[in-house]
């Protein structure tokens, strides 16, 4: 069992910066996926990005150049840092570990993100 603590959100000006963190408990936290996700009002969750127990990135379209994923194996920790904010990235930012092989899949309760002037 992997449970999910997101943190570092809330309100910024467009252009800002924001670091988001999730701390996952559990054992073997560097044999998951982790990813970022984001869902607001009236659409779908979607990828924002990923990285695997390798360290193999993936990013939205959208968020490509602005964002970057990272993980700290060592404090069970993977990081969002969000730069060049716009008011199109506000959403809920949703933490999930991924183990295929095992086919576990845990989610965060999420951070709330808002970038307004």
């Known amino acids: 069992q992997v449970q999910l603590v997101e943190s570092g959100g809330g309100l910024v000006q467009p252009g800002g910066s924001l670091r988001l963190s999730c701390a996952a408990s559990g054992s073997f936290f560097s044999l998951y996926t982790m990813g970022w996700y984001r869902q607001s009002p009236g659409k779908q969750r979607e990828l924002v990005a990923s990285?695997?127990?390798?360290?193999?990135?993936n990013y939205a379209d959208s968020v490509k150049g602005r964002f970057t994923i990272s993980r700290d194996n060592a404090k069970n920790t993977v990081y969002l840092q969000m730069n060049s904010l716009e008011p199109e990235d506000t959403a809920v930012y949703l933490c999930?570990?991924?183990?295929?092989?095992?086919?576990?899949?845990?989610w965060g309760q999420g951070t709330q993100v808002t970038v307004s002037s």
């Open positions: 999930r570990a991924l183990r295929s092989v095992t086919m576990e899949e845990y």
């Open positions: 990285i695997t127990s390798g360290g193999s990135t």
